[in-house]
């Protein structure tokens, strides 16, 4: 009876179990009538991903529409309208010539030279009319001063009334304007720096000079040139408003975001060139592109392509900020480094970015190394390979194994201070404020664990990190001798213990090579590895210790 009892039970909660599942599946397989579908992003933000415009940029877009927007909202208001009369259309112009989205220190230089420039505009241009009004005179029975009527341009300013057309004067003021226009252009080719203020005073020559004919007097003639310098000075006085007042940016801010930009690329540049001495233990650096004629050239592996552009990006950093430093030194301003702060922090980060290239132009030497010896050429596989192919390949085959087992010896001591240098210059964005110290937490276990495994080793930003650093130097500088041991043993040489404390006394076994003279081509082979190999880890070296020196 329990048996039967039990069997009877059984279907039940099988039952019941598959009826709960089959409830539970068509609740999950049918959706709710209250669940709405996932929304897309919006149109708004589809547009900004699409124009992958940051917030400065855009900053910025908005900050040099501004100035030409308010020179010509303001020209609605009659008074304005009857001060600037038709030459009106010359504030919004200017307003855009001063380059109001420039950082501070530059807009006040191209301000300044804008200035000088108008006015020599405005003394030649008085001139020009001079002569202009003096040849009409002489040219015409009785003069009349202009009445700004028919047969006329109007009044350009208050108080210029123009005249008819005289060829004389016409001919006056295209001498000057010809004059003008040579002098600004060899100006500008002579110094670059002066283009903006001479496209200011070619727009107030062609002007000027396009009414200077038409004024019978003087009076009339300098009521037009003050006219004119009262637009330009009211576009630069528009332009400086919203330079000063609206989104300010200084050159400082500029080059402390293209340090940090720069530090970052250096980091970036160590670990693309770590990446690429570890492909060395397996990959051949000998290989070239064969077959196709259009791609002629080293095809090189993908590490050596990302060490190549990550140095690309470390020039353009340099070339930048080598730029602005000239006007971020020039800038007044309230902070905790000075101009010959920034300039020497400048000459550190040159130092560290020098051997970096030194070390990038190993992988031009390989490729050199394989077109002198024909290594690269391509080869028809259907044919049988000559004597001298076998003996290249031969050859090439050795190189690669020789370096494989160097980079294999070098890959320890080179990733500890890869390592250690890339601490370096974390420690160096720290320290300088240009990156945010991490925010500890007292109570985290992730923060305890770091700690403990980190044992008495300081982090980057923390006081006694440099002289840990220095430290990290010294040691690496001591593996020479283990480099160079072990290369020696790989190529016959037996040295001494002690032979690299005492180099000329002590005594060691030399291979047979060694004495075949010295223009014979396997002792030039093998000297050109070795000092290759001294190249390389004296670069890491010198690459270490200008990190450290940057504390």
């Known amino acids: 009876m329990a048996s039967s009892s039990e069997s009877s039970e059984r279907p039940t909660a099988n039952e019941g179990g598959i009826t709960a599942n089959a409830s539970s599946w068509k609740q999950e397989s049918s959706p709710s009538s209250t669940d709405k579908p996932a929304k897309g992003p919006s149109f708004f933000k589809k547009t900004w991903t699409k124009l992958d415009l940051d917030r400065p940029t855009l900053r910025m877009m908005v900050k040099g529409a501004i100035a030409p927007t308010i020179g010509l909202s303001f020209y609605q208001a009659s008074s304005v309208a009857k001060t600037y009369t038709t030459v009106g259309y010359l504030v919004a112009i200017v307003s855009i010539l001063s380059f109001p989205m420039m950082p501070r220190a530059k807009f006040l230089q191209t301000l300044f030279f804008n200035l000088v420039g108008v006015c020599l505009a405005t003394a030649v241009a008085l001139l020009a009319i001079y002569c202009a009004v003096q040849a009409r005179a002489h040219t015409t029975p009785v003069v009349r001063p202009g009445t700004g009527g028919a047969g006329t341009s109007g009044t350009p300013s208050p108080g210029a009334q123009t005249a008819g057309y005289n060829s004389s004067a016409s001919a006056a003021s295209a001498i000057w304007l010809i004059f003008q226009i040579y002098l600004i ?3 500008r080719a002579r110094n670059p720096k002066f283009t903006l203020p001479g496209i200011t005073w070619c727009i107030f020559a062609n002007v000027s000079m396009a009414y200077a004919p038409q004024f019978s007097t003087m009076a009339q003639g300098i009521a037009f040139a003050k006219g004119l310098v009262e637009a330009f000075m009211t576009g630069f006085g528009i332009g400086t408003g919203v330079s000063l007042f609206v989104f300010p940016l200084t050159v400082r801010k500029i080059v402390f975001k293209e340090m940090t930009e720069y530090v970052t690329a250096l980091r970036d540049a160590l670990k693309a060139n770590m990446r690429y001495m570890k492909s060395l233990e397996e990959t051949d650096m000998f290989a070239y592109q064969s077959l196709d004629a259009k791609k002629s050239g080293p095809l090189r592996s993908p590490e050596a392509e990302a060490f190549k552009k990550a140095m690309q990006g470390v020039a353009a950093m340099h070339g930048k900020l080598h730029v602005d430093l000239t006007f971020a030194k020039r800038e007044v301003a309230l902070g905790k480094l000075g101009p010959d702060d920034l300039q020497e922090i400048s000459r550190q980060l040159r130092s560290v970015m020098v051997p970096i290239i030194g070390l990038s132009s190993v992988i031009d030497i390989f490729e050199r190394t394989s077109e002198e010896r024909g290594w690269g050429r391509s080869r028809d596989a259907t044919r049988q390979p000559s004597v001298v192919e076998e ?48 925010k500890k937490n007292q109570h985290s276990e992730d923060d305890a664990g ?20 220095d430290l990290k130097t010294r040691e690496f500088q001591k593996t020479k001798q283990t480099t160079l041991r072990g290369w020696c043993e790989r190529h016959g040489f037996r040295l001494a213990s002690d032979f690299f404390e005492r180099p000329r006394t002590a005594e060691y076994e030399a291979p047979r090579w060694l004495s075949e003279g010295l223009g014979s081509e396997r002792r030039t082979r093998h000297q050109r590895r070795l000092y290759l190999v001294l190249y390389v880890s004296t670069g890491w070296w010198a690459l270490s210790w200008n990190v450290a020196n940057l504390r």
């Open 391 to 438: 003996l290249q390949e031969k050859d090439r085959v050795q190189s690669v194994n020789d370096w494989h087992d160097t980079m294999n010896t070098l890959k320890g001591p080179f990733a500890m201070i890869s390592e250690v240098m890339d601490e370096g210059l974390e420690h160096v964005l720290l320290v300088l404020e240009l990156k945010p110290r991490p």
């Open 185 to 187: 252009s060899t100006i």
């Open 450 to 469: 770091d700690a403990e495994a980190r044992g008495d080793k300081p982090a980057p930003g923390e006081k006694g990190f440099a002289t840990y650093l």
